[in-house]
């Protein structure tokens, strides 16, 4: 039997973010096929989680350890760092406690691989070594500092602009430094496993997409009118500047041609700009109780990303029951789909217009991309079979 601590930056528990879907759908697989897991997660001040909430279903990690840490942004501590070369995004993810609980959990019990969820567990890498046997995988959900150049690219001239290339540079400078130190690279798509080579991965590695446990997404029946939605974290920089862009530059010229049209954003954490907004057919919905539910009671579900990296969970999860995704083309970055069969592609605002008012003039055309899409998903992203991939790869190291 294989046993594999699995670090995590948050605690992957509610399911309402693609990375936590994407940490417990990998270790739900990997369990049901016979690995022994126990998680070692932060618990951040920005996402906080009381586990005495944990439902009795959440039950395939052997053990579960929680360490408290305040990620918070603090201005001195901002400040101070621009006199240094380190990344101020991993540097809020570095504490002495979660040290000494990793090296506690590495000295009393005998792991065959630590798993790190995302880059930002990197720094932990020398603790692992000394202390362990243990293989260490990077399951990379993103090219992280690819990100916050996109972010930076598209901000306008300014302190804020050069600030952002800053963060960017060193948090480039740090990936680059690590990608050598793992012994597996697990990326979340080939786009991202290709893009490390370029810069000079060399060790084993492999594509281990975000899966999905198909029995949870179900092929619905979806609303006829002139109905969208949005749904995702509403703190993660890149949906708040790609839902910008639509309200500003996308909806008006939906709402002239098609004065009936609505569209739906639901998301945690909603900047107080979006929570006052008036704008006709634009409805905030703030953290709703079902995403899945969400999704479902909607036509069409948009994402307007103009930055980012990885793979988007909630197109996964969209297409998965059957809904009509657009997006732009780096909105699926990573998902093979194929424009005009499963999926929708619009780049500039003139494009996004036209094909959300293409879908609401033909509901005929917006169903059947989307029960192709509900099977190219069933094809590429079912996560036993993902996770068998990976097993493999931790077998031959």
Known sequence: MIKILQLTKKFPFPLKDGE?????????????????????????????????????????????????????????????????????????????????????????EQFDIVQMETLYLAPYINIIRKYSNAKICMRSHNVEHEIWKRIADNTSVGVKKWYLQLLS????????????????????????????????????SIVAPIGLDLENYKDRNHKAAADFCFIGSLDWLPNIEGLQWLIE???????????????????????????????????????????????????????????????????????????????????????AATAGREVLIADSATEFAEAIISVANDFEKASAMGKNAAVFIKEHFDNRAIAKELLEAYNQL
């Open 20 to 108: 936590a879907i994407a940490v417990t759908y990998m270790a739900k697989a990997l369990n049901s096929l016979g690995v022994e897991l126990t998680l070692l997660s932060m618990n951040t001040s920005k996402h906080p989680f009381d586990i005495k909430t944990l439902p009795a279903e959440f039950n395939h990690y052997k053990d579960i350890h929680l360490v408290d840490i305040d990620n918070r942004v603090k201005v001195l501590d901002a400040f101070l760092n621009l006199f240094s070369n380190k990344s101020y995004h991993i540097e809020r993810f570095v504490t002495s406690e979660f040290e000494e609980k990793l090296k506690t959990l590495l000295q009393s």
């Open 249 to 335: 530059q996308v909806w008006p010229k939906v709402i002239e041609k098609i004065p009936e049209a609505e569209f739906h954003i639901g998301g945690r954490n909603s900047p107080d700009w979006l929570k006052n907004i008036r704008m006709k057919g634009i409805t905030i919905h703030g953290e709703v109780p079902d995403a899945v539910e969400f999704i479902c009671s909607h036509r069409c579900m948009l994402v307007p990303l103009l930055s980012g990296s990885g793979m988007r969970v909630k197109i996964l999860e969209g297409m998965a029951m059957g809904s009509l995704i657009i997006s732009t083309a780096l909105g699926l970055e990573g998902i």
């Open 169 to 204: 540079k060193r948090l480039e400078n740090f990936e680059n430094s690590s990608l050598n130190q793992y012994d597996l690279m697990a990326a979340i798509t080939q786009r991202d496993l290709d893009f490390f080579k370029s810069l000079g991965l060399k060790i084993p």
